[in-house]
């Protein structure tokens, strides 16, 4: 139960700093269940930041890791680094946050990618990431998004466009958004096994 107190510890952090409400303690069926409900959260927060390359700031930011950005804005791995380390996924068991874990997490897609545990589309579940094939010749994932639902053969994520900022995209699969596939990966925090 160390996990609930770390998570309520930062549920009033996060409604101060960030205006997301909610108490991230409410009992879900399993951890992996509630990890993947406050993922979401954070995530569905910031639907409507602008795109910025290279950018990891949320709105209505004062987290001093992203202070030196001046104005809000996210790049697809950015977002996703944002939302790992907001929901306490680069936390030491003590709650703290591992700074060397979260450092060495990378800012790019085809790093997050090769950090992530492959999982197969039967297995893929809200939280999990999505990693898209980039250009011809590159060999390495060019975009990532946040799996929000799997619904049939399908599913919803939330991710940074770049044209349109973070947003939620329904029927990935069907729609052939952005390119192909590349794979699925679910991140797994050493320090929690």
């Given at each position: 139960?160390?996990?609930?107190?770390?998570?309520?510890?930062?549920?009033?952090?996060?409604?101060?700093?960030?205006?997301?409400?909610?108490?991230?303690?409410?009992?879900e069926?399993?951890?992996?269940?509630?990890?993947?409900?406050?993922?979401?959260?954070?995530?569905?927060?910031?639907?409507?930041?602008?795109?910025?390359?290279?950018?990891?700031?949320?709105?209505?930011?004062?987290?001093?890791?992203?202070?030196?950005?001046?104005?809000?804005?996210?790049?697809?791995?950015?977002?996703?680094?944002?939302?790992?380390?907001?929901?306490?996924?680069?936390?030491?068991?003590?709650?703290?946050?591992?700074?060397?874990?979260?450092?060495?997490?990378?800012?790019?897609?085809?790093?997050?990618?090769?950090?992530?545990?492959?999982?197969?589309?039967?297995?893929?579940?809200?939280?999990?990431?999505?990693?898209?094939?980039?250009?011809?010749?590159?060999?390495?994932?060019?975009?990532v998004?946040?799996?929000?639902?799997?619904?049939?053969?399908?599913?919803?994520?939330?991710?940074?466009?770049?044209?349109?900022?973070?947003?939620?995209?329904?029927?990935?699969?069907?729609k052939?958004?952005?390119?192909?596939?590349?794979?699925?990966?679910?991140?797994?925090?050493?320090?929690?096994?």
């Open positions: 139960m160390k996990w609930i107190k770390n998570y309520q510890r930062w549920g009033q952090v996060s409604e101060d700093l960030f205006g997301i409400p909610g108490d991230p303690s409410t009992p069926s399993s951890p992996e269940a509630s990890t993947a409900s406050l993922v979401l959260k954070y995530a569905k927060s910031q639907i409507g930041v602008p795109y910025k390359w290279g950018g990891q700031r949320p709105k209505a930011s004062t987290d001093p890791v992203v202070s030196g950005n001046s104005s809000p804005g996210f790049d697809c791995s950015g977002f996703v680094k944002w939302v790992l380390k907001s929901t306490g996924q680069f936390n030491k068991a003590d709650g703290t946050l591992d700074t060397a874990l979260y450092s060495g997490f990378p800012g790019h897609a085809p790093g997050q990618e090769k950090r992530a545990v492959k999982v197969e589309f039967t297995d893929l579940k809200p939280g999990d990431l999505v990693f898209f094939k980039s250009d011809p010749g590159f060999n390495g994932a060019g975009h998004g946040i799996v929000s639902a799997v619904e049939g053969g399908d599913f919803t994520m939330i991710h940074a466009s770049s044209s349109k900022g973070i947003q939620e995209v329904t029927g990935v699969k069907a052939g958004w952005w390119g192909p596939i590349r794979g699925y990966g679910r991140w797994t925090n050493p320090n929690k096994k």
